[in-house]
């Protein structure tokens, strides 16, 4: 495994950074050559580098190269399907109590950007089912999980199907679910959730929340559902320039988190029915 401040080498991704902030992603490549508007820098001269290197065009400008973030690489990656966006992401792991040793069923993997965050999410303990209905998203999403982990990692198992078909007999902790039609697996996640397992859903118009609501609300069998957006806004720091950035990302999606209830007392308990 790389470790952060290890030395580049051949075929991995390099992020540059140029004294005014901007970012450049590229792919190391010995026999090629960076070209941007302050000058060239041949790749060579990168690789065998260790990570934060100060490296200089041939204009004399310094440029520092970096792995890329998970964030960058999912914002910068050549998508398939729309990625969920880091901010959506990181808040879908809090909320959706997303922890070290859980097994989540994720659909779709679509491009995989969320698969990668849940990968890290669980740890080596974890283990992320990610169903994707479409051949040729599967695939695209194997080759850009691949290219910013090296490989599929230990704790991801690819599957193409569907996930309502994929779920019977699974005995999952948590359910993530980034595609249209959540609600119709509402059935089959409260089969096979036990007490307190997590359903969680991004959707990205309020038609799609309400009808995901009420499946959740009409199957008895969730309680504590949730639903909420994410709003982040950058902002420019420039001398005495200190404001909100003029442009932001307005609207991606809702998220909506619920948790299994038990309809039915246990057996010799004087507890109530949740619902
Ligand atoms: C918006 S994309 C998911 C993006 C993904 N979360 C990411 O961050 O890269 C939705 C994907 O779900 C897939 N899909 C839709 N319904 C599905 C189902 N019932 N089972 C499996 N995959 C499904 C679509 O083919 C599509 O690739």
Request: proline share 6%; hydrophobic share 40%.
């Amino acid at each position: 495994m790389t470790r952060t401040g290890d030395e580049f080498v051949e075929g991995e991704a390099c992020l540059l950074s140029d004294p005014k902030d901007r970012e450049f992603l590229i792919t190391l490549d010995s026999s090629k050559t960076f070209q941007f508007d302050r000058g060239t820098i041949p790749h060579g001269d990168i690789i065998g580098c260790p990570e934060g290197s100060t490296v200089r065009s041939s204009r004399g400008v310094l440029v520092v190269a970096m792995r890329p973030r998970l964030a960058d690489h999912v914002l910068r990656m050549k998508r398939g399907a729309a990625v969920m966006y880091p901010k959506d992401a990181g808040a879908l792991v809090t909320w959706a109590d997303i922890a070290p040793g859980c097994v989540v069923v994720e659909a779709g993997t679509g491009s995989g950007a969320l698969t990668l965050t849940l990968s890290r999410a669980v740890g080596p303990d974890g283990m992320i089912i990610s169903v994707e209905r479409r051949e040729d998203h599967a695939k695209h999403a194997r080759r850009l999980i691949e290219s910013f982990a090296g490989a599929v990692p230990d704790n991801v198992d690819l599957r193409i199907g569907e996930v309502e078909e994929v779920l019977i007999g699974l005995k999952p902790d948590r359910i993530v679910l980034d595609i249209p039609e959540p609600w119709d697996c509402v059935p089959i996640a409260a089969d096979v959730l036990s007490g307190g397992g997590g359903f969680a859903c991004y959707l990205p118009t309020v038609p799609q929340v309400q009808q995901v609501r009420e499946a959740l609300s009409d199957s008895r069998s969730f309680s504590g559902s949730a639903t909420f957006e994410i709003l982040m806004r950058s902002w420019t720091v420039e001398g005495r320039s200190v404001r909100p950035d003029h442009r932001m990302v307005g609207h991606t999606g809702f998220l909506t988190v619920s948790r299994k209830s038990l309809r039915e007392p246990a057996v010799g308990s004087t507890a109530q029915p949740a619902l």
